[in-house]
């Protein structure tokens, strides 16, 4: 089966940089891989979309990262990125990976979650 991996969350101060990564794991076959993306939910607060990239290279960004946040994906490597920086307190929040996919035991698309990586920006 497959299972989305976050990594690279932690503390920075305002003004730094972080990347995180997200690996499809196991060895389980993917037939196909969609959309994928990164979502934020501060606490307290609704889950949102921070970053999306289309299997056609197609980024969507929300407003408050757009210049700060860049996506990119590895299909061969299973794996997608968000490199974060001029980092803000605002942007503290656990931080999910999504991928919609396509797995060798499944009939047709499903939507992947990771467990989430905090991140915690500091003033």
């Known amino acids: 089966q497959v299972q989305l991996v976050e990594s690279g969350g932690g503390l920075v101060q305002a003004g730094g940089s972080l990347r995180l990564s997200c690996v499809a794991s196991?060895?389980?076959?993917?037939?196909?891989?969609?959309?994928m993306g990164w979502f934020r939910q501060a606490s307290g607060k609704q889950r949102e979309s921070v970053a999306t990239?289309?299997?056609?290279?197609?980024?969507n960004y929300a407003d408050s990262v757009k210049g700060r946040f860049t996506i990119a994906r590895d299909n061969a490597k299973r794996t997608v990125f968000l490199q974060m920086n001029s980092l803000k307190p605002e942007d503290t929040a656990v931080y999910y990976c999504?991928?919609?996919?396509?797995?060798?035991?499944?009939?047709?698309?499903?939507?992947?979650w990771g467990q989430g990586t905090q991140v915690t920006v500091s003033s």
């Open positions: 999504y991928g919609r996919l396509w797995p060798a035991s499944s009939d047709m698309f499903g939507d992947y």
């Open positions: 196991g060895t389980e076959s993917i037939f196909s891989i969609n959309t």
């Open positions: 990239v289309s299997p056609d290279g197609t980024t």
